[in-house]
């Protein structure tokens, strides 16, 4: 999966530093707790202070059991005198949320202890590493927005589909006020829950707010992969389909059922990875329709994209681009090139030029949600800026 | 667990019949069709025109793959050549949803076809039996409500607790229109989002509005087993933390934040299983914050419990309680002693005494959701009828 290259890049980067860690002898620390996505109740899997994962799984007759964290190849468990099979990362993991999936006598399940978190087209197992900045992202004793969920009606693909949407914490005391919208896409192999149960934006909204930090604004979050009937191929995707109906049958139904400020001016749009590439696809066609761009880890706006797109300087009132340090570490913080040239040299060239340009580095993470909800932590305050 | 004993024991009486049914050789029909709670692009579990479920597992290495649905000791898989474990029920199951799980070589995982619903204490793999009625809980082209999540300020258990709100389609058409409210829950080991996910509460709404079968009406759905903090023992389980966090925190939330007609006669609650227990408690403890009472496949009202709680007669505008026939079977009509008596004798005797009583028994379903689907089909039109 293209998602996870960079990841696997990184793992291997880190499977090698280790082996040279190791002379070392790095001392584990025994301060494992269960993760914070565990399911009610459960012990495993468990990670410490320094950011090691420890999985536990009951399979007494089972004959190798792993786990695709910790590095490639994953992390092999061993069999305890009770059943259970036990293994600790080689390494220890980045800050923020991870993935995960078991091999269980070479079928594919999901941990038992652990929440699941739709991706790579199924829900996986979703483990997190405590981040030194997780207090954006808590959920904390503010006032809190709403995540509605909401089923649109959709002729290009003749069914309802579903969205959901974030209103702030004041939305519902004032019948009036209205409010910008922000339209925030998942990547390859998510969808629309990914935002909220992985990337908590509910929650970075809620504190952001409280701070006074960000203005308010709704965040409509729906499938990006409109015409991906086989499921699984990026080969197949086209945008064609999903920008019909974001922009034909969506924004209407938002304006039209939500006390939205339905403007230009008063509209983003943001994704990450393939949402990014979406994201740029669909705003440069549309900048009638957006007037602020975000892409995380997602591509970058070129010079030459401005210049090939009638307009822009005058319509585009932000662009936003981010990603996450490993990604691209190597490459004279360029690199990513199959989003097309060095973003950050990208980035400067528009603020040179006199765009509202902003680029973000998320430190120490890969490609993954650590990196995207700091980039949404980032942008918000940037937005409707009249 | 207590919920299943019915299902095992249904299940245990169509293992009888099947014995003898198969001196006849009953054919299983060729037209298996993926689950329609499968993930997406999965062709596994499939489901026939009779009910008869297939499963399909890879795990080449494995020693034993079995599923606990069909019968006691369920369904075990037989490997094939490619690996792949596959088996049909010995029976067909009983139409709607059902949870279950893998046993892999004495461990228990969930199916990587299936989604996941909340029950027993975890996420459990689902799978739907096409049902003869499915057309009331059908997504169909008719306006939809949403289906809100909040996250509600609870002094007594010092956090922000989550709440799953559905408004009606009009909800948002008009700003001063108020509501009344069903508080609905769910059953033992289960949670918030199982009335949405595995009981389709917001659909069913849909489609009764959209036929002009029931008032609009909120329904607030929250978590129940409020001081179950070691999960999973239902001993040790106490109804009053949760009677604090609905009575004296989540309904004075949902009135100052929501558009509703905040008095007695216009709220309603009903639960499942353990919410139709908890539902009888907290509405005979507090005759004075609800009027309508619904009791699904959890418990009785008992002449005995209208002349021991003052106020009743006056107070209490519907009592409605339903079964799953499965549940009555060869008692009667009565049986599930541990609900306290004959429930229909006691709705029977409650209308003779004048009271708005209203009993329903779900056509061939045990204590599952197609019961509960059908009880909230049946009660809604009965609620709030000035």
């Known amino acids: 999966m293209k998602r996870y290259l960079p990841v696997l890049a990184l793992l291997i980067s880190l499977g090698v530093s280790l082996c040279l860690a190791q002379t070392d002898q790095p001392t584990i620390k025994d301060d494992f707790r269960p993760s914070t996505l565990n399911q009610p109740g459960q012990e495993y899997p468990q990670v410490n202070s320094q950011g090691y994962a420890r999985f536990r799984i009951v399979a007494p007759q089972a004959q190798s059991v792993s786990v695709s964290l910790g590095g490639r190849g994953g992390t092999p468990l061993k069999k305890t005198d009770d059943g259970a099979w036990i293994g600790t990362t080689a390494a220890p993991l980045d800050e923020g949320f991870h993935y995960y999936r078991l091999s269980v006598d070479g079928g594919t399940f999901n941990d038992p202890g652990a929440l699941n978190f739709y991706g790579s087209i199924r829900w996986e197992s979703g483990i997190e590493i405590p981040a030194?900045?997780?207090?954006?992202?808590?959920?904390?004793?503010?006032?809190?927005?709403?995540?509605?969920?909401?089923?649109?009606?959709?002729?290009?693909?003749?069914?309802?589909?579903?969205?959901?949407?974030?209103?702030?914490?004041?939305?519902?005391?004032?019948?009036?006020?209205?409010?910008?919208?922000?339209?925030?896409?998942?990547?390859?192999?998510?969808?629309?829950?990914?935002?909220?149960?992985?990337?908590?934006?509910?929650?970075?909204?809620?504190?952001?707010?409280?701070?006074?930090?960000?203005?308010?604004?709704?965040?409509?979050?729906?499938?990006?992969?409109?015409?991906?009937?086989?499921?699984?191929?990026?080969?197949?995707?086209?945008?064609?389909?999903?920008?019909?109906?974001?922009?034909?049958?969506?924004?209407?139904?938002?304006?039209?059922?939500?006390?939205?400020?339905?403007?230009?001016?008063?509209?983003?749009?943001?994704?990450?990875?393939?949402?990014?590439?979406?994201?740029?696809?669909?705003?440069?066609?549309?900048?009638?329709?957006?007037?602020?761009?975000?892409?995380?880890?997602?591509?970058?706006?070129?010079?030459?994209?401005?210049?090939?797109?009638?307009?822009?300087?005058?319509?585009?009132?932000?662009?936003?681009?981010?990603?996450?340090?490993?990604?691209?570490?190597?490459?004279?913080?360029?690199?990513?090139?199959?989003?097309?040239?060095?973003?950050?040299?990208?980035?400067?060239?528009?603020?040179?030029a006199g765009l509202n340009s902003a680029f973000y580095v998320s430190p120490d993470t890969a490609h993954e949600f650590q990196s995207w909800r700091r980039s949404l932590r980032e942008m918000a305050p940037l937005l409707f800026k009249d």
Not at 157 to 168: C, K
Not at 197 to 208: E, R, T
Not at 281 to 291: G, N, Q, R, Y
């Open 132 to 352: 030194h900045d997780q207090e954006f992202y808590a959920l904390k004793d503010v006032p809190h927005g709403r995540v509605q969920q909401i089923l649109f009606p959709s002729k290009s693909t003749r069914t309802s589909r579903r969205a959901f949407v974030y209103t702030p914490p004041d939305y519902d005391k004032s019948q009036t006020r209205r409010y910008p919208v922000l339209y925030l896409q998942h990547g390859w192999g998510e969808d629309e829950t990914a935002w909220s149960n992985q990337g908590h934006a509910n929650l970075i909204m809620d504190n952001l707010i409280a701070e006074g930090k960000t203005k308010p604004f709704l965040i409509v979050m729906t499938y990006g992969m409109t015409n991906d009937a086989k499921m699984g191929s990026i080969g197949s995707f086209s945008v064609a389909p999903f920008e019909t109906v974001l922009v034909g049958e969506l924004i209407p139904y938002i304006d039209a059922n939500f006390r939205t400020l339905s403007d230009q001016p008063h509209r983003a749009m943001a994704g990450l990875s393939m949402g990014g590439m979406e994201t740029k696809t669909i705003t440069l066609k549309h900048l009638d329709v957006f007037s602020h761009i975000g892409l995380f880890s997602g591509g970058t706006i070129s010079p030459e994209d401005v210049k090939s797109t009638p307009g822009f300087t005058k319509n585009v009132k932000l662009v936003f681009v981010s990603y996450g340090s490993r990604e691209l570490g190597g490459n004279k913080g360029g690199g990513r090139g199959g989003f097309g040239g060095d973003p950050k040299a990208n980035a400067d060239a528009l603020k040179q």
